[in-house]
């Protein structure tokens, strides 16, 4: 090419460079001295956050198999839901049990959520969700092994809290087909809107719930047979956040081989989104959480270290919700072989809250002053 039809192809190509420069997003994971690149990532160099640790319910002899568990503070009192089953996972009669706490510290004993499944049925914990006033316990229904793949009869099922009979009565159905991931959020549209995942892995959004417990429209997100050859993705449990100006980021775990976190955007309050692209954020197969803190920054706590897989949990902070720059090692309590993983938190009274699963078996709490991520946050 001539120099002067290089300097003209440069004069019109330029902008469009520099547009798509600054439509780019940020990288996920960008920690200080990794230039964005998750590889410098110096895990055993990280700071450790100090908290307090407390057991929720250890496993007893029948109901071995603790997992999905989720917290939240309602009426003046903590509250702890999870799956419990056999030894094996996903297995008929697993079913959600919960317990309450007045100090988030010491527990009760813990009682069944659901009913008793029918046979060849099981339950998921799925999370607590106050609608309307009305403190609700969203659970899974499956049958067989689990809730995917052909004739597993998926359904999300709402139950609620009834004050004077001190117990959880089935209120219906929330939608066929589908397991979400953590309750709905409420959208600056007024819409609510959370995860749907059928039981072929397929991902798409339940926007609406707002007229009744069960009006909901689906907006797809990914088809799992048509990303998998093009992406390598293999979404699951995917979460999702509101900016401040309306944008929504989703995140999907990876249950193909990249080890990381795969991100897509809405620009329209969730009714179209972009293909999910790998981020640099690295995470070990295993499911995460996010919250935006009262102090402004949102933390994501995650299995990060995939060369230790699931026996560490990491806490990191993001200033803008797009990019997280500052992590930590939770100081939990831990031997070698123990699996750490799917954190759950809530923020009360100046602190972090995160409930995880321990080896699948014992359900637990860690707590993190705000303070402490003060510091993180300052680190240089």
């Given at each position: 090419?001539?120099?002067?039809l290089?300097?003209?192809?440069f004069?019109?190509?330029?902008?469009?460079?520099a547009?798509?420069?600054?439509?780019?997003p940020a990288?996920?994971?960008?920690?200080?001295?990794?230039d964005?690149?998750?590889?410098?990532?110096?895990?055993?160099r990280?700071?450790?956050?100090?908290?307090?640790h407390?057991?929720?319910?250890?496993?007893?002899?029948?109901?071995?198999?603790?997992?999905?568990?989720y917290?939240?503070?309602?009426?003046?009192?903590?509250?702890c839901?999870?799956?419990?089953g056999p030894?094996?996972?996903?297995?008929?009669?697993?079913?959600?049990?919960?317990?309450t706490?007045?100090d988030?510290?010491?527990?009760?004993?813990?009682?069944?959520?659901?009913r008793?499944?029918d046979e060849?049925?099981?339950f998921?914990?799925?999370?607590?969700?106050?609608?309307?006033?009305?403190?609700l316990?969203?659970?899974?229904?499956?049958?067989?092994?689990?809730?995917f793949?052909?004739?597993?009869d998926m359904?999300?099922?709402?139950?609620?809290?009834?004050?004077?009979?001190n117990?959880?009565?089935?209120k219906?159905?929330?939608f066929?087909?589908?397991?979400?991931?953590?309750?709905?959020?409420?959208?600056?549209t007024?819409?609510?809107?959370?995860t749907?995942?059928?039981?072929?892995?397929?991902?798409?959004?339940?926007?609406?719930?707002?007229?009744?417990?069960?009006?909901w429209?689906?907006?797809?997100v990914?088809?799992?047979?048509?990303?998998?050859?093009?992406?390598?993705?293999?979404?699951?449990?995917?979460?999702f956040w509101?900016?401040?100006?309306?944008?929504?980021?989703?995140?999907?775990?990876?249950?193909?081989?990249?080890?990381?976190?795969?991100?897509a955007?809405?620009?329209d309050?969730?009714?179209?989104?972009?293909?999910?692209?790998?981020?640099?954020?690295?995470?070990?197969?295993?499911?995460?959480f996010?919250l935006?803190?009262?102090?402004?920054?949102r933390?994501?706590?995650?299995?990060a270290?995939?060369?230790?897989?699931?026996?560490?949990?990491?806490?990191?902070?993001?200033?803008?919700?797009?990019?997280?720059?500052?992590m930590?090692?939770?100081?939990?309590?831990?031997?070698?072989?123990d699996?750490?993983?799917?954190?759950?938190?809530?923020e009360?009274?100046?602190?972090?809250?995160i409930?995880?699963s321990?080896?699948?078996?014992?359900?637990?709490?860690?707590?993190?002053?705000l303070?402490?991520?003060?510091?993180?946050?300052?680190?240089?």
């Amino acid at each position: 090419m001539k120099p002067a039809l290089k300097f003209l192809a440069f004069l019109l190509l330029a902008p469009l460079a520099a547009l798509h420069a600054a439509d780019a997003p940020a990288p996920m994971l960008n920690l200080p001295g990794t230039d964005g690149d998750p590889s410098k990532v110096k895990f055993a160099r990280l700071p450790l956050l100090k908290g307090t640790h407390a057991v929720v319910c250890q496993p007893d002899e029948q109901w071995k198999f603790q997992l999905h568990n989720y917290l939240l503070h309602h009426g003046g009192k903590f509250w702890c839901m999870w799956s419990a089953g056999p030894k094996i996972e996903d297995w008929p009669t697993q079913h959600v049990r919960y317990a309450t706490s007045d100090d988030g510290l010491k527990w009760s004993a813990p009682k069944m959520l659901t009913r008793e499944p029918d046979e060849g049925r099981g339950f998921y914990a799925r999370d607590f969700w106050v609608r309307d006033g009305e403190l609700l316990g969203l659970t899974s229904s499956f049958k067989g092994h689990g809730g995917f793949g052909p004739d597993r009869d998926m359904n999300l099922l709402a139950y609620v809290w009834d004050e004077p009979s001190n117990t959880w009565k089935e209120k219906g159905t929330v939608f066929k087909n589908a397991i979400n991931n953590f309750a709905p959020q409420k959208l600056s549209t007024g819409d609510w809107i959370t995860t749907r995942r059928d039981s072929g892995f397929n991902v798409s959004m339940l926007i609406g719930g707002t007229k009744s417990l069960s009006d909901w429209r689906v907006v797809p997100v990914v088809d799992k047979q048509a990303a998998s050859p093009s992406t390598g993705l293999s979404p699951d449990e995917p979460i999702f956040w509101e900016q401040p100006d309306g944008l929504l980021v989703a995140v999907f775990r990876d249950n193909g081989t990249s080890d990381r976190l795969f991100r897509a955007f809405s620009h329209d309050h969730g009714q179209t989104w972009s293909a999910p692209v790998k981020t640099e954020y690295p995470n070990a197969k295993s499911k995460l959480f996010s919250l935006l803190t009262s102090r402004g920054y949102r933390v994501l706590i995650s299995n990060a270290n995939t060369t230790m897989r699931r026996r560490e949990l990491y806490l990191a902070i993001s200033e803008d919700g797009l990019s997280f720059n500052r992590m930590a090692r939770l100081d939990i309590p831990t031997t070698f072989n123990d699996s750490l993983a799917y954190p759950h938190a809530i923020e009360h009274d100046g602190q972090l809250w995160i409930a995880f699963s321990r080896n699948k078996s014992t359900t637990e709490l860690f707590k993190v002053r705000l303070d402490e991520l003060e510091k993180l946050r300052a680190a240089k």
